[in-house]
């Protein structure tokens, strides 16, 4: 059973990750999922503050709240002060995860969270932490629901927006000439992903939203041309991923989230040599004069 | 303040060995993250600190010890490799570079953490003290640490001095460094080899994550005061030296205090406000500009209506009433009035009882607007050969940025001419 929740975990991670994912390397914006999945340190360490407990909502909100001010400062240097665009993101996500360590070790005492729980996580500890009624009724790990919960949001999110967020990533100026707001679908994207980042973090830690974020999309765009294809492909490769990752840190006796980042890393590396399209050996192969 | 001597005297050891190893691991990763920076490939700095952890566990796992030169050796031929294969993924692929940094660095985080984790499994007593490589130690360094990073500092110091023009122009202009004969591609490696030296070393105090800042953000920062490579580079060592010292500092006497996170939130600090209040290009002296051009061409538009109703009633310093200006030119009432009082104080124009009127300086300076206008529209039609009801726009805005000089040469190279394209006289 303990496999099966883990997995599921994993799964559920992967799926809203992957489809994100793909929106973000098509903007060239990878590295904003790894700046807000670092940067929302303090707004998870003043959420605890406030709450004094390690409650998802509060938790949520905070980091959540954090993430969106991430993409606000990575806008507002970038735009206003004229700061290159990736040193824009390395400056402030390196100095919010810097205030949020410190803030860390001003509360030692009052926090009981650290440095480590919030770069591995401990996706191995989600069927302990089970959602229990006052009879005593079992409804599984309550991460389940949480992340349930974040998942259909997204798809939603996706389903329901899926224009909008198809026109802002490929075409802007049509996007902007059709009456379609640029900015508005870019915090509402950046929103998902603080989302997401937030929520998956507590079980999965930063290292897996970022490989799930990155590889899974990267993977199937090399697979595929047609962008409908493209997520889902990208959240094949996900969930495909937790479950072979999984069964590799059995094997190995080590970290789940370290061996689910590797798997994304070995099917970026198939796809890189063998796609039918884009692959390292059959591009070659075409390259040649007939 | 007792604390502030007790630190500054550096009669302790300790405190010496501190605020050396950070003075002199900011400032040399400062010195190389300017060239990471300006080739616009800032965030490598963040994937080689993830990629050195697979290296420091393979090194563990096969010599079975903890000797600093042997996991720094894992950690340098990691590190490399990371960047050697986002090079590779972006060249040979459709995927872009900060999809492959993002995904090197997660992936081999990924494979380090895995490796840590059955490491420590295995039973191994010997690996107890491994992660600390992850989390940085600065508070803790010894001078055993300290001989390694002075090594480590002066050999990109010297490397920096030694190859200062190649870099230099790796960084501005490929092209014409390979078109003249430079080694391009090994320019390319040393570079390479300097950032992964650099962060290899600099985990050592500030950890993974913020490794990236120790490179990006003196530079960014230095980058906003001076148009000047070699200046650059003295001011995001100076700067980063700073850092060292303050983080230093404050670990000191606040022993709770990680000295890593504390270099790299001054270093923040500095950034921003550089971004903020530097000359020229800051965000705020940019923005007064603009205000001064704003109010600028404000004064000038309205000289120039003056001149105008001047002319089409022969009488350039009769009272116009504030409605007579308006009807030729859209400009918003209030913004007007500011602005007619504005001049009124500078002693272009007069207020009288029923309107305002030109002075003699007024004249003058609408008259050279006017001037200007009409020579740029003849200027575009006879050199771009536009036709001459396309030319007004663009006389608009140019007619406020020519200076006198540039004035002086267009009446000679359009041979003084007495009559624009829309046959009005050129005054």
């Not at chain 1, 206003?80 to 400056?91: E, F, W």
């Not at chain 1, 224009?163 to 379609?180: M, Q, S």
């Amino acid at each position: 059973m303990n496999a099966f929740w883990i997995i599921l975990t994993g799964s559920l991670v992967a799926t809203c990750c992957s489809l994100l994912g793909c929106y973000l390397i098509l903007r060239r914006m990878a590295m904003v999922g790894d700046a807000i999945s670092h940067a929302v340190l303090p707004g998870i360490v003043i959420a605890f503050l406030f709450t004094g407990s390690r409650d998802s909502i509060p938790m949520i909100i905070g980091a959540g709240l954090l993430g969106v001010i991430t993409t606000f400062l990575i806008e507002f240097f970038h735009r206003y002060a004229r700061v290159q665009a990736d040193a824009s993101i390395g400056i402030t996500f390196t100095w919010l995860f810097a205030i949020g360590i410190i803030l860390i070790s001003v509360f030692a005492g009052q926090v009981d969270l650290d440095q480590d729980c919030v770069l591995y996580g401990e996706i191995a500890y989600v069927p302990l932490d089970l959602w229990l009624t006052e009879n005593g009724l079992s409804f599984g790990p309550s991460t389940i629901w949480t992340l349930s919960f974040v998942t259909i949001l997204i798809i939603t999110f996706i389903v329901l927006g899926y224009k909008e967020l198809f026109l802002t990533a490929f075409d802007p100026g049509y996007a902007a000439a059709i009456g379609i707001s640029t900015t508005l679908w870019y915090y509402l994207l950046m929103t998902a992903v603080s989302l997401t980042t937030v929520a998956s973090f507590e079980s999965v830690g930063a290292i897996l939203v970022v490989a799930f974020l990155v590889g899974p999309p990267a993977t199937a765009y090399l697979l595929t041309d047609n962008f409908k294809q493209m997520l889902v492909l990208a959240v094949i490769c996900g969930i495909v991923a937790s479950v072979a990752g999984y069964y590799l840190a059995y094997w190995l006796d080590g970290s789940i989230a370290g061996a689910i980042a590797t798997i994304t890393g070995i099917e970026f590396g198939l796809a890189f040599l063998f796609s039918p399209t884009h692959g390292l050996l059959f591009k070659n192969r075409k390259a040649i004069p007939v | 303040m007792k604390e502030f001597f007790e630190f500054f005297s550096f009669a302790d050891a300790n405190i010496r060995y501190v605020t050396l190893g950070s003075v002199l691991l900011a400032s040399s990763s400062a010195v190389v993250g300017c060239f990471t920076l300006l080739r616009k490939r800032a965030l490598v700095g963040d994937a080689v600190a993830h990629a050195v952890l697979p290296g420091v566990c393979l090194a563990f796992i096969l010599s079975g010890t903890k000797n600093p030169f042997i996991l720094l050796l894992g950690a340098f031929v990691t590190g490399w490799l990371s960047l050697i294969l986002i090079d590779y993924i972006t060249s040979r692929s459709r995927i872009k570079e900060d999809t492959a940094i993002g995904l090197v660095l997660s992936v081999f985080f990924g494979i380090g953490i895995l490796l840590l984790t059955a490491i420590q499994h295995s039973g191994n007593a010997a690996q107890s003290g491994l992660d600390k490589f992850l989390f940085g130690k600065a508070a803790s360094l010894v001078g055993e640490d300290l001989v390694v990073f002075s090594a480590v500092a002066i050999l990109l110091l010297v490397t920096t001095i030694f190859f200062y023009k190649e870099l230099k122009l790796l960084c501005f202009d490929e092209i014409y460094a390979k078109s003249i004969g430079f080694p391009v591609r090994s320019l390319e490696l040393l570079l390479t080899t300097l950032t992964v030296f650099a962060v290899v070393v600099g985990i050592q105090a500030v950890g993974v994550v913020l490794m990236a800042a120790m490179l990006i953000t003196p530079a960014a920062a230095a980058r906003f005061w001076t148009e000047r490579l070699g200046i650059m580079l003295i001011l995001a060592a100076l700067i980063g030296a700073f850092s060292g010292i303050t983080g230093a500092f404050v670990s000191y006497t606040a022993p709770a205090m990680p000295t890593g996170p504390w270099i790299v939130l001054i270093v923040s600090m500095i950034a921003i406000l550089s971004f903020a209040f530097a000359p020229k290009r800051g965000w705020i002296a940019r923005m007064m500009r603009r205000r001064h051009n704003k109010v600028q061409i404000l004064e000038e538009n309205l000289l120039k209506l003056f001149y105008q109703l001047g002319e089409q009633h022969e009488d350039y310093f009769s009272n116009r009433t504030l409605d007579a200006i308006l009807t030729r030119r859209n400009i918003p009432k209030k913004q007007a009035l500011t602005g007619l009082h504005k001049l009124k104080r500078q002693g272009y124009i007069e207020k009288h009882p029923d309107g305002w009127a030109l002075t003699r300086e007024g004249e003058i300076r609408g008259k050279r607007v006017v001037r200007l206008h009409r020579l740029w529209e003849l200027y575009l039609t006879q050199y771009l050969q536009l036709a001459s009801d396309h030319v007004h726009e663009d006389a608009e805005t140019i007619e406020h940025i020519i200076t006198p000089e540039l004035e002086q040469k267009l009446m000679e190279e359009l041979n003084y001419p007495a009559l624009d394209p829309h046959h009005t006289k050129i005054p």
